[in-house]
């Protein structure tokens, strides 16, 4: 598959030098044809950082980034790695309750949704993310051991934006670490996340030109250079 070599750095904007290898002359031409539409650095677009978590303040629910009504949090809990970032959320109600966070990625983008769960006794929460009327979710079997459980999916054509949450049932509690938002089928290495998510949403090329160098038949190596404002990724 395609590599990627990124080099981000970070003053007043958020830039990225991306080398993608080993191109099919399909794939090589869909990238210099969209650069081609958005006219070099003209026309923005939506850029999801490769390197980041895409949630925000991954280790602070009590954050207004995260919708937590009804839960109860315990902070400075020994997590998977051997700190103590990780929380008990409690829920001492006798409803169902969740711990969530609106994005602004679109349902059409392909993600997954990672977190590490623990319990003292047996609880099964969901994992669900969802965009206007589509819904994907994944019951998690909480061991007493940290165990990492993700859901993935994208629901093609649906352009409102993504919501991810863990459902915790009634009257139980279990303990979150590193929930983590990547825009892949699989979770990739744990990134502890602030108030940035990497999710730019009017990203731009930087430069007049894309590179695309011929390294075979049918490969292709492609040098593009993107970069956003901040704060917020914009």
């Keep these: 598959p395609p590599r990627s070599t990124l080099f981000p750095y970070t003053t007043l904007f958020r830039s990225w030098k991306i080398v993608l290898q080993d191109l099919s002359d399909q794939e090589a031409k869909s990238l210099t044809d969209f650069f081609a539409a958005t006219q070099g650095s003209l026309q923005s677009f939506l850029f999801l950082d490769p390197t980041t978590n895409l949630l925000v303040w991954s280790e602070d629910f009590s954050q207004n980034a995260w919708e937590t009504a009804g839960v109860t949090f315990e902070r400075t809990v020994a997590d998977p790695f051997g700190g103590s970032n990780a929380a008990r959320a409690d829920n001492r109600s006798a409803a169902t309750l969740n711990v969530a966070q609106q ?18 006794a047996p609880v099964t929460v969901t994992l669900t993310l969802s965009a206007g009327n589509g819904s994907r979710s994944m019951a998690a079997t909480v061991p007493t051991t940290w165990q990492r459980f993700y859901v993935s999916g994208m629901f093609p054509g649906v352009t409102a934006s993504l919501r991810f949450a863990i459902t915790i049932p009634a009257g139980t509690f279990v303990e979150l670490f590193g929930p983590q938002v990547d825009a892949q089928v ?7 996340s602030t108030g940035w998510s990497g999710v730019c949403t009017s990203a731009r090329f930087d430069g007049a030109q894309m590179d695309r160098i011929a390294a075979g038949p049918n490969r292709n190596t492609c040098v593009a250079f993107i970069r956003c404002n901040l704060p917020g990724g914009e």
């Design 103 to 120: 994005s602004q990625i679109p349902g059409s983008v392909q993600t997954c949704f990672s977190v590490y769960l623990r319990a003292n």
């Design 186 to 192: 699989t979770p990739s290495r744990y990134v502890a």
